[in-house]
């Protein structure tokens, strides 16, 4: 418990090893050890987080029994009024695919994608990811991770044999070419940590509270029409050249378990 | 045989961490929990290398340079160990609660200094403070922390803290 000679010496000596390694990240050797330490505790985490989906399952089930009953009949509603739009979306599609023939249009892009279980988290904030898929799976660094709907959840910047690391969208290496869905309002999308804001909208350009925003597509890093999150709040300063909108995401984080990654 | 038994935990802890008890539930720091135990009850020459290899097994889930929570862990054992020795020296349940409390905050204030420094010098720009700070998950840890570290003296490190023993027993009464 005291901190004496050699203690403060083995303080000394770990401090300046963990600098080097902070700082030589990219080395071959730091690279190694880092992926000898993510498959050697992979089985761990798997576990581990298995039984942390199979405790929140049940104690979700137990505790909001009510909640769900009610949540299942209004789904209920929510599908037939869904059908009826569905056979309206159906004669326009085939309206549309036709229109396409006639026009010479080229097939739309298809997402090839795969599907993954989260085993842990940052546990300080939901920045980071580790999912049970990695290289051997055809994961690679740079591809994107989505949830249900095409909401965007990061993008891969490590993949291990059978693991992988995800960035999650909130954090600040995130930066998004987005337009709004409607209006075709372009501009930025970046990660403050735990926020997410639309930037360098031009101040003359309308924004609006709970409009949807996209991936543009235009900085070739992030595929076209990914669901980025809505519009939450707008701000708009009289000295600022530029608008930002603080935006909510669609992503129910705290329960998000399975993600889907497009493979190009 | 012991000290490796508190290694394993250790481990266990860090992945629990980040497995189970993640931003999704809770948000409880439970490595934390464990690394100011250690600090407080045994050697350094354990604790330092010990929580320094479990602060990489917490930097495979961060975003932050690997080896970041290392540096943390080890840098706060130190000054946990110091402020033991110099201003709260008697294993007190208050004394515990505050050194808990500190903790987090202190936790909180490496990971700040620790990772600007390291965006600063590597990329040249830093990171808002707000986003090290502004989590409810921080609030959270700042009263279940201390708790949790009771939990941990009253389970695992019971035999080696006579005088924790007996203000516990001594606070038992009150209560009963």
């Known amino acids: 418990m005291n901190l004496n000679r050699s203690g403060f010496l083995i303080f000394l000596s770990l401090f300046f090893l963990t600098f080097s390694i902070v700082f030589f990240d990219q080395s071959k050797v730091v690279a190694t050890s880092h992926s000898i330490i993510a498959t050697s505790s992979a089985p761990f985490q798997i576990l581990i987080s298995r039984l ?17 009953k009610l949540k299942n009949q209004e789904l209920i509603q929510k599908n037939l009024e869904l059908e009826s739009a569905l056979a309206d979306i159906s ?9 396409k023939k006639q026009l010479n249009f080229a097939n739309e892009y298809r997402r090839n994608l795969i599907g993954a279980n989260i085993i842990s988290r940052d546990y300080q904030n939901s920045r980071s990811f580790i999912i049970d898929a990695g290289a051997l799976d055809g994961l690679a660094v740079g591809m994107t991770v989505l949830a249900g709907g095409g909401n965007i959840v990061g993008q891969i910047i490590l993949a291990n044999e059978r693991t992988s690391q995800i960035r999650a969208i909130f954090d600040t290496g995130t930066k998004i070419s987005s337009v709004t869905q409607i209006s075709r309002v372009a501009g930025l999308t970046r990660g403050l940590g735990s926020d997410l804001i639309l930037d360098l909208v031009p101040k003359s350009q309308d924004l609006g509270i709970d409009e949807t925003i996209i991936s543009s597509g235009q900085d070739g890093i992030w595929p076209k029409g990914l669901v980025v999150g809505k519009i939450a709040v707008i701000e708009s300063g009289q000295n600022q050249i530029f608008k930002i909108a603080h935006l909510k995401s669609l992503i129910d984080w705290s329960r998000l378990e399975h993600v889907f990654i497009i493979i190009p | ?19 189970f008890l993640n931003p999704s539930y809770m948000g409880v720091n439970l490595i934390l929990a464990f690394v100011i135990a250690l600090a407080l009850t045994q050697e350094i020459s354990f604790t330092l290398p010990a929580v320094w290899f479990a602060g990489f097994i917490i930097d495979l889930n961060k975003t932050l340079y690997f080896g970041i929570s290392s540096l943390v862990f080890i840098t706060l054992v130190v000054i946990i160990t110091l402020g033991h020795r110099f201003f709260l020296s008697s294993r007190r349940i208050k004394n515990i609660i505050i050194l808990g409390i500190l903790a987090v905050i202190i936790e909180r204030i490496l990971f700040l200094v620790f990772v600007n420094l390291a965006v ?21 840890e700042l009263i279940i922390t201390p708790i949790i570290i009771l939990g941990f003296f009253k389970l695992l490190f019971k035999d080696s803290v006579q005088e924790f023993k007996q203000e516990w027993q001594k606070n038992y009464q009150i209560f009963k």
Do not use: H, V
């Open chain 2, 120 to 140: 600063l010098l590597k990329e040249g720009f830093y990171e808002s403070p707000a986003s090290f700070f502004n989590t409810f998950g921080f609030l959270l």
């Open chain 1, 52 to 68: 942390r989906d199979f405790y929140t399952f049940w104690t979700d089930a137990l505790f909001n029994i009510r909640e769900l």
């Open chain 2, 1 to 19: 045989m012991r000290k490796f038994f508190l290694f394993i935990i250790l481990l266990a802890c860090a992945i629990i961490q980040l497995s």
């Open chain 1, 91 to 99: 004669d326009l599609k085939s309206e549309n695919e036709s229109l």
